[in-house]
């Protein structure tokens, strides 16, 4: 539980009922527990409908026993609000007439079943965007329409560095108890790195931990502005001493640690971005006949993002939506018999029954693909059609299935472009290209720590429109089938 007296810096904020809130920090700071207490009392004296995001299922699965659960048994106060049949559930809890859903946003499809007065994006830069969007539909026909969004950053002008850039940026301010000199905590200007002590950056005397917060309050550098933003760095936290944070620097395996999960500051490793010249150097006038190649499709919203080649290039880049008399799936099948695709993989995660329907159109043509790891690492691409073994007695939903690790699938995407291996037939300027790269831009590698606490390289999007690149990811799985498949 929170002990408020040591953690003075979260009192506003839990007591802030800005119908938007926005709090960009560092990590192990008490933001959740802060904004479980403040879910909870609203269900309980609001009486309103909650939806609490995290970034996946089993996030959800470990929160709510490990931190709710927790909070409710131990509370007389809570426990008699909620109902009985709530007390142990994970996804939902209801307090009278209200509710309080918790959600993942990488697997979940029923945000459409869903109403809320208010949702809490808990961790939003590790969360899928496209499902936040879907989730805050859901406040549509509240007249409250509250939304709380906080995470450790990620890379700048992304997510919750994005939403905290158009916020009213409150940081916590105080004056120097030597000097009386205004200011907040920064690491370059209130650190000592030889003395290993926290300074005023004007007098350079030393200021310790609980000055800031006994002489701290929360200062807005854009007074006036709607959503309410908060900077929650580890500096204002009274455990944590400047000795304890350069140790902790000095420790990181990169900056890019130090600066999102200690500093609650968002941070980009120059190396990390993919260079737009990847793709323009793979432009080629060389023809193509244009037949006997390959598809690959992302589904992403209302459209179909479509990658058409052969092994003498990329020929096709074209986005399909529904038109009169026609939908998106009927124009697609016309692609597929116009060009002579052999195979066809679509991404299963979206709209997975109507690419299965699609699927029964071709058989022996057509192959959804999900993003999974192989358990061994040992296989990039796995199609369960497949393998000296294959079992016949699957079923056929089964059979067109094909499993791909995402992070080396694209890894090795990009070391094909940077070898000139996939040539594109199209000319510099093509609006096509333009949005390719557009996409592919969007991309930049950065280090997660995963559910058994291990860290891991991962390929994310700044924006979320990353459609095309991921197009292009099954374009080459197709091409992976036809060259097993001919090879036979």
């Given at each position: 539980m929170i002990e408020f007296d040591n953690?003075?810096?979260?009192?506003?904020?839990?007591?802030?009922?800005?119908?938007?809130?926005?709090?960009?920090?560092?990590a192990q700071i008490g933001m959740s527990t802060t904004h479980i207490l403040k879910v909870l009392h609203a269900a309980i004296f609001k009486g309103i409908n909650q939806i609490y995001t995290l970034p996946t299922a089993d996030d959800v699965g470990a929160f709510v026993p490990g931190k709710v659960n927790q909070i409710i048994n131990n509370n007389l106060c809570i426990r008699r609000a909620i109902e009985p049949k709530s007390v142990a559930a994970v996804e939902q809890k209801q307090f009278g007439k209200s509710f309080i859903y918790f959600k993942g946003t990488f697997t979940e499809r029923e945000a459409i079943m869903l109403t809320s007065d208010r949702n809490i994006y808990d961790e939003l830069d590790k969360s899928k965007m496209d499902v936040i969007r879907d989730y805050a539909s859901r406040l549509g026909f509240s007249k409250i329409r509250e939304q709380y969004y906080f995470s450790t950053p990620t890379?700048?002008?992304?997510?919750i560095d994005r939403l905290w850039n158009q916020s009213d940026q409150k940081h916590w301010r105080f004056n120097c108890p030597h000097c009386k000199f205004r200011q907040h905590m920064e690491w370059e200007k209130n650190v000592d790195l030889e003395r290993k002590i926290y300074i005023c950056r004007k007098c350079r005397r030393e200021i310790k931990p609980q000055e800031t917060k006994e002489r701290g309050e929360w200062e807005a550098k854009y007074p006036g502005r709607e959503t309410s933003g908060y900077w929650v760095s580890q500096m204002i936290a009274p455990w944590r001493t400047a000795k304890d944070l350069i140790k902790e620097r000095?420790?990181?395996?990169?900056?890019?640690?130090?600066?999102?999960?200690?500093?609650?500051?968002?941070?980009?490793?120059?190396?990390a971005?993919?260079?737009v010249g990847l793709i323009l150097k793979n432009l080629t006038q060389e023809k193509n006949n244009e037949r006997n190649g390959v598809m690959g499709v992302d589904v992403g919203g209302k459209d179909l993002h479509v990658i058409i080649g052969n092994e003498k290039g990329i020929f096709g880049i074209t986005r399909i939506e529904d038109a009169p008399g026609k939908n998106k799936w009927d124009r697609l099948a016309e692609l597929i018999e116009v060009y002579e695709v052999r195979f066809c993989v679509i991404d299963g995660e979206w709209n997975t029954n109507e690419a299965y329907d699609f699927a029964k159109r071709f058989p022996e043509k057509i192959y959804l693909c999900w993003y999974k790891e192989d358990p061994k690492r040992v296989a990039i691409i796995r199609f369960e059609d497949e393998g000296k073994f294959t079992d016949r007695s699957k079923d056929w939903e089964e059979e067109i299935k094909v499993l791909v690790d995402r992070t080396r699938i694209i890894d090795a995407l990009l070391d094909d472009l940077r070898k000139g291996k996939i040539k594109l037939n199209f000319q510099a300027g093509d609006k096509r290209i333009e949005e390719l790269t557009e996409h592919v831009q969007t991309m930049y590698a950065r280090t997660v720590t995963d559910k058994l606490g291990m860290s891991k390289r991962e390929w994310a999007s700044t924006t979320g429109k990353d459609h095309f690149l991921h197009a292009l990811v099954y374009w080459k799985v197709a091409m992976d089938k036809k060259i097993r498949w001919e090879s036979k």
């Open positions: 953690h003075r810096f979260l009192i506003d904020i839990f007591e802030d009922m800005a119908p938007n809130q926005v709090i960009m920090k560092g890379i700048p002008d992304f997510g000095e420790e990181s395996e990169d900056e890019e640690y130090f600066y999102n999960f200690v500093l609650g500051m968002p941070y980009l490793n120059p190396e971005k993919i260079p």
